[in-house]
């Protein structure tokens, strides 16, 4: 694929411009019908763009045919929330001649588009995390039109997405702008300092995210820019759980370390253990086949990671993997496990610490289940996840610290499970403290990703007639209005005699 | 005051990190009462503080009693906020076995505080943007420790405020360290950098904030930055409000520019009237007594601003005004009026176009109204407030597509108002784009602000023993729950049946 010339780009970001006031001002039912209207195209191209898909990316087909589900259901998701309105936040003060700081206007609030939003698309996730997926999804609930810089390790795949969903919100009444693509390194790095792009959102690498942020907040005009970055998701075995074998989970940890080549931003890193614990890795892994890695820059990384770790003094391989390069340039993969312990980890942290991305994991043997949340401080500070694996009928008394440091520390909290496999729902969050995050996204998964998109503005006395439909008393789009009456600041009473009623009850 | 020794600032700072999971395990109803107690404090020392304020700013009794009581009833506001509890956004995902993506884990969000915040005090607002100010008030509220940064134009009051609410609320029951305050230029920037900081709010000049968002954004890991920076809130007068005769208008102008000589990020720094007509602020302006401005650095400021304005080529003084410095030092100032025409603005821009902070505000005539929509991205691309003067009973239509650019580049829009004297109501919003803010905060009025010093944390399959009260099914704080059932997913149906209704309708 050509990189997009400057010409094209300039026609690109003034389309996408022209297109935001008109799409900021379609009803809600109409945008989620769109983003309906585009799921749909998605389901139906499916046959033509998962072959693409495999060829671009050496991802297998059960699990690019899953993640393009994934991608129209996530379109689907966030059309419920458009049309619900509650996203809107909308707010209504009502005009108060007795309020207690003197009189008050009325005042309306409802939360509006950003604007032009330019997403940078993931290698990893060709279609949930590219030119149709969460962010995009996101950016489109919220009313703003969205310019996907394509990663290059899927171009065709990026350019046929990009023209099937382009086309079928177009059709379905959308301004033409409301989803464009664009190739090149260089280009996405003059889209971002484009004065008309309005937010960036991005998922890729900790340096690379770093390098746009930066970028993005030294604009003239700088602008919110949203990173999701590393992660080593690190998964903790209590003793009692090592007691009743480790069989199940290692099977399971192997199962979530190796799929899609452990490419993935939430893939474990860490597996701690009691010292000593059984962990029988071997078995599984090496039932597992060769995988291709995405593509030469993931490749090139992962191999200097896995020779950084596996030869630091202190780690010891439990299944080496392998790491293969063919003629054509293609990197094939087998899991690689080593295994050290917190003493080591402490003292070799620059070596060991950083996220490897692929498929290699370390267990790390521990020797006392208390030192375990000051560890997630002192090793991960900034996460997306951490787990916590326990016996069946173990007391959670006994984890509630750990679970607490890792709240403080991440963005997810499992119990149980993996933390590979994120469901698109309300309640998800794919985020957390720096480097899994940067710019305070909250998160990138699920529907409350709309809110990143989104800033209020507020309507002091005017007229209905100028008003935004989500702000009017006729209440044409039937959304959700949080109204606060004239006087409502008496209630102040009650919480002042709580007060009396003693403090720190 | 003393600056702050390095070895305080490390025991204040680590203080406040120990009290961070304290403060935010306490109850909502808890919290509530210990801001109501705060306020309370804050209203009982009135009569001892307002005189420090004004021999340290200069600013009228009037002024800053009217501030102070704003202060504790923003307190009171946010504590009404934490014992609703809707803030922390609760979302419960049942598990879903039959999930259209595979089994779905149960998942629960909720929002939690980020962490000691450190707070960049403001000059201009003593009370209701220092130390106890919106942004303190919103942080605790959140359930984050403060550290506030005093503003070197009242450092005794900054002191005094400070021992006066930290002591209320200790001893309502939270942790020592949940509020302190800090003396020193570089102190501040020294805590700025402190890894244990979280999230940092600023407000005061454009060139501050840019400066301290970019050591936020380059510390080794970054952290969010809040900052209100510059706005000069341009006021646009209709044809036909013109032709109903502007001295009402003129009279209300000049008292909302030289109200605390003109010190606040809401005053008008433009007036845009039809060409020619007549504003007759002579009047007004000259019945307006001498203010002694904030401090010297911001009368410097204000200084260099108006001689260079008054001298572009094209502006013409209307009202001369008065810059006097004392022996002392002091500076005491008259409001001066400038008016000029939108050429000249064009082509002067880069004199004339910059806030002038203290009271000065130019009149602009033009020539079409059909112009000023485009004038305002143009001219005003980020700002806190546009305003629009209308005559009674005109038709809204004729402003309509002014107000529409208005709320594309500003936060607020006002009609027949002015934008001094901001509301603290659940649906203000103080905030707009760069310059008007940086970080994109939303909002640093109003109880809106809460959400900047929270971020999410999912919980999944975790026992109900471990979770935080807020998401447990006992429900022990009685806040908001919003629960996504299992198979609600089926109601893509509707919206997918909505499509081939007509997409556009």
């Not at 936040?89 to 206007?105: E, K, T, Y």
């Not at 602008?223 to 992660?231: A, C, Q, R």
Request: net charge negative; glycine share 10%; aromatic share 6%.
């Amino acid at each position: 694929m050509n990189d997009t010339s400057p010409d094209e780009l300039a026609g690109i970001i003034g389309t996408a411009a022209e297109a935001a006031p008109i799409l900021a001002a379609t009803a809600p039912r109409e945008r989620a019908a769109a983003l309906v209207a585009a799921a749909d195209a998605l389901d139906a191209a499916v046959d033509r763009l998962v072959p693409i898909a495999m060829r671009e990316t050496g991802l297998a087909e059960a699990r690019l045919r899953g993640e393009s589900k994934r991608t129209s259901v996530q379109l689907r998701l966030f059309a419920e929330v458009v049309a619900d309105g509650a996203f809107l936040d909308v707010r209504i003060d009502d005009a108060d001649p007795d309020f207690v700081l003197g009189p008050r206007p009325e005042l309306r609030r409802v939360l509006a588009p950003v604007g032009p939003v330019l997403n940078f698309a993931a290698s990893n996730f060709p279609f949930a995390f590219s030119v149709a997926g969460g962010d995009t999804a996101a950016a489109l609930a919220a009313g703003s039109p969205v310019v996907v810089k394509a990663h290059e390790g899927h171009p065709e795949l990026s350019r046929r997405t990009g023209d099937i969903v382009a086309d079928a919100l177009t059709t379905a009444g959308l301004p033409v702008g409301t989803l464009s693509v664009i190739f090149g390194r260089e280009v996405g790095v003059t889209a971002l300092r484009d004065p008309r792009i309005a937010a960036a959102a991005f998922t890729g690498s900790t340096r690379g995210g770093i390098a746009l942020a930066a970028i993005a907040s030294s604009r003239p005009n700088p602008i919110p820019f949203f990173g999701e970055l590393g992660s080593v998701n690190p998964v903790f075995v209590t003793p009692a759980a090592a007691d009743a074998g480790l069989d199940a989970l290692s099977e399971a940890f192997v199962a979530s370390v190796s799929g899609s080549a452990g490419q993935l931003c939430t893939k474990s890193g860490f597996l701690f253990v009691p010292r000593g614990a059984d962990v029988p890795v071997a078995e599984s892994a090496g039932s597992i086949g060769e995988h291709r890695m995405l593509y030469a820059g993931i490749a090139e990384g992962f191999r200097t990671r896995r020779e950084e770790i596996l030869g630091t003094n202190g780690v010891e391989s439990l299944v080496d993997g392998e790491v293969r390069e063919e003629d054509d340039g293609d990197v094939w993969v087998r899991p690689t496990f080593a295994r050290t312990d917190v003493a080591t980890l402490r003292r070799e942290r620059e070596r060991v610490l950083d996220e490897a991305f692929g498929p290699l994991s370390i267990v790390v043997d521990y020797d006392d289940p208390a030192e375990l949340p000051a560890l997630v401080a002192e090793f991960f500070p900034g996460n997306l996840t951490g787990t916590i694996q326990t016996a069946p009928d173990e007391d959670p008394a006994g984890y509630a610290a750990l679970a607490a440091a890792i709240a403080a520390h991440s963005g997810r909290v499992i119990v149980d499970g993996w933390p590979t496999g994120v469901a698109v729902t309300p309640a998800m969050t794919h985020g957390g403290p720096f480097p899994a995050t940067v710019g305070g996204g909250g998160t990138s998964v699920g529907t409350a990703a709309v809110s990143r998109f989104l800033r209020p503005v507020t309507y002091q006395d005017a007229p209905q007639a100028i008003l935004p439909p989500a702000l009017r008393d006729d209440n044409p789009w039937g959304v959700p209005q949080k109204r606060s009456p004239a006087g409502e600041s008496s209630t102040w009473g009650s919480l002042s005699s709580a007060r009396g009623q003693g403090v720190g009850a």
